[in-house]
């Protein structure tokens, strides 16, 4: 009777130390996992809300966006977000018309939008482009800058307007990927 009472003895601290050995093995992974969030979310990544209307129909006012600057040199057609402090403080979020030395024109009886003399194609627009704002005419994207419009154009402030005008690619926080939440937006902002 003592030799089994000494076996389970013998048993109770080698489950202890299996146990807390695989506590620690779990604290371990769920500090890495933090460590790496916040690195990658500070670095890499962005999630950054949609403010308003201005992009619909592809992003909706309250739509979690996942944002990267990684490598990224802006292109036509892309989504971009930027600030614009004398403007607004929080970042908007438009669409890349234009890049450094293209020609912009906009005619606004057919709501057709011009780039270096081609009417591009714009499926992604809730609806053609009737209101100037402040454009005056084509003008030319000056190096280091891009020019942007919402896709809501109609109910968009973005190049059009003088206090926004050509974005300094400086200010840009980087291109949107896909939209996180809400679930039933979840997904690539590119078709």
Excluded at 88 to 115: E, H, M, S, W
Excluded at 151 to 172: A, K, L, P, Q
């Amino acid at each position: 009777m003592n030799e089994q009472a000494t076996t389970a003895n013998e048993k109770k601290p080698a489950e202890e130390r299996s146990a807390r050995r695989d506590l620690y093995d779990w604290i371990q992974c769920i500090v890495v996992a933090i460590i790496v969030c916040v690195l990658l979310f500070s670095f890499a990544v962005r999630l950054v809300d949609v403010v308003g209307e201005s992009m619909l129909p592809t992003l909706e006012d309250g739509d979690k966006i996942i944002v990267s600057d990684l490598f990224y040199t802006p292109k036509q057609g892309d989504i971009i977000v930027f600030r614009k402090d004398e403007y607004r403080p929080q970042p908007l979020v438009k669409r890349v018309i234009a890049v450094a030395g293209q020609k912009i024109d906009i005619d606004f009886n057919t709501g057709t939008v011009y780039v270096d003399g081609e009417a591009i194609d714009e499926p992604y627009i809730a609806e053609p482009t009737v209101d100037p704002l402040d454009f005056n005419g084509e003008v030319t994207v000056p190096e280091g800058c891009v020019f942007v419009m919402g896709d809501n154009r109609n109910h968009s402030t973005d190049s059009r307007y003088d206090t926004i005008g050509f974005v300094d690619e400086r200010c840009i926080m980087g291109k949107v990927y896909f939209t996180l939440f809400p679930l039933k937006n979840f997904g690539s902002v590119y078709d």
